[in-house]
């Protein structure tokens, strides 16, 4: 993972020794400071492609289940749920604890290894340097203005705090945790270490922390190596997706992360990867918010219509779109701008094409006019753009008058979600893009019986 300091840390014998006992294997491995990236790992012998980098006991995975006080979040309900926030802050919370515990804790060295700073992650950045950041997805999805947003975590770190972590620590005195200003600094530090350290793990998709796994940095374009469970022997691996020199960095991949992601998550950005990758997030709750004061016989709430766009697979699960340069608006988006602003008669009608769907006689949707939308989609979109440019605009131009590192991170990603918004105003007002808009429709319906 990426360092947030860059001086050797003395606990790294003690980290190693932990390991050798724990039977956390990585023979062929160090830890190094990078210029470039920070403290990772890196190489000390030739490491040929298929070989077993990294190996990691599922016993010594750090979960709310394998926590000393897994009986206590499951009582309280901190534990993997249908949501995602009450699974992150139990993880956090059991961070918290064995943090707290120090060498009672079976993770202990490894604790003291970690980061003592993560001052880098935009939650734990000073108000100044938070509006340097105004118009971006980064901002939208740490505090969301629209109450009904999906969250995604880390997020609303204080009122977390203040809602679930605080009162369950004081009930549960006899844990052990730290009181006043000393508990909320764990809490946030344990915070930025679930953000940047945990992974998403199994068909389960559970959240974890993997000693040493974690260790390795990101650098998109350069991963050298592949995740893989091996459920025999009960073993987390990383394995070399190519020959490894001596001395190189060993090198994960978070996956194809915007700057925004990788600020928000990790507290860095990679602005000179090439080619960029510039995207932008919207939430549904700021297109319905736009919609109702621009249109207004269109329903405030339209929870039923959402639910039926989630039940077919028209809406992303957390209710954020991704607009990816050069493409165009997603075709769900168009489609769920489309069904919100129906007539109550044109909406039941739909649902009942949708229930009689035989493919492929009969579609919910074969041709599609400007009669079947009941707003310009071309122009309510513009206007979108026209409103976060505006704001991001601002943001740069005040920023760039800051020598701060991090205000320098959040110029990266201005510049980057500016470049996304831009580039879908282009195609926007490209003489064929609203006969491609009335075509969105019918693919949208189409894509999900080719699934």
Avoid at 393 to 418: I, P, T
Wanted: aromatic share 10%.
């Amino acid at each position: 993972m990426p360092s947030h300091g860059t001086q050797p840390d003395p606990s790294q014998a003690s980290f190693f020794a932990w390991m050798r006992e724990s039977k956390i294997r990585c023979p062929k491995c160090g830890i190094k400071i990078f210029e470039e990236t920070g403290r990772g790992v890196v190489a000390l012998e030739p490491i040929r492609e298929g070989e077993i980098v990294v190996e990691v006991p599922d016993d010594f995975v750090l979960w709310e289940e394998t926590s000393m006080i897994s009986s206590y979040l499951r009582e309280k309900g901190l534990v993997r749920e249908e949501g995602r926030l009450p699974e992150f802050l139990g993880l956090v919370v059991a961070v918290m604890h064995e943090k707290y515990l120090g060498d009672q804790s079976r993770w202990g060295p490894y604790m003291d290894f970690l980061p003592d700073s993560v001052d880098d992650l935009p939650f734990a950045w000073s108000e100044r340097e938070l509006e340097s950041l105004v118009g971006t997805s980064v901002l939208d999805k740490m505090d969301p203005p629209w109450e009904r947003c999906d969250l995604e975590p880390p997020c609303q770190v204080d009122f977390w705090y203040d809602e679930i972590v605080k009162p369950f620590a004081r009930r549960e005195r006899n844990i052990g945790f730290p009181r006043g200003a000393r508990r909320k600094k764990l809490y946030l530090w344990a915070t930025g270490v679930v953000s940047s350290y945990a992974f998403t793990l199994g068909d389960e998709k559970l959240l974890g922390i993997v000693p040493m796994w974690d260790m390795l940095n990101h650098v998109s374009g350069k991963c050298n190596v592949r995740l893989n469970h091996c459920e025999e022997r009960g073993v987390l691996q990383m394995i070399a997706s190519q020959n490894i020199a001596e001395g190189s960095e060993v090198i994960n991949s978070f996956g194809a992360l915007s700057n925004s992601e990788l600020l928000r998550f990790y507290g860095f950005v990679e602005p000179h990867v090439n080619p960029p990758i510039d995207c932008v997030e919207l939430c549904i709750w700021e297109v319905i918010e736009k919609l109702v004061q621009t249109k207004e016989e269109v329903i405030k709430t339209p929870t039923d219509r959402l639910e039926f766009l989630h039940v077919h697979g028209l809406m992303p699960n957390n209710g954020w779109f991704k607009i990816i340069p050069g493409k165009g608006p997603p075709i769900e988006l168009t489609e769920c701008l489309r069904v919100v602003t129906l007539p109550q008669t044109k909406f039941e009608e739909l649902k009942e094409k949708v229930e009689n769907w035989r493919f492929p006689k009969v579609r919910p949707m074969n041709r599609v006019t400007e009669h079947d939308f009941g707003i310009d989609v071309s122009k309510f979109l513009l206007g979108i753009v026209k409103f976060k440019v505006k704001a991001i605009r601002r943001s740069l131009s005040e920023g760039q008058l800051e020598g701060n590192q991090r205000v320098g991170m959040a110029m990266v990603v201005c510049q980057s979600e500016q470049n996304a918004w831009k580039s879908l105003k282009k195609w926007l007002v490209a003489g064929e893009s609203q006969a491609e808009l009335w075509q969105h429709p019918r693919r949208a319906w189409s894509q999900i019986r080719d699934r």
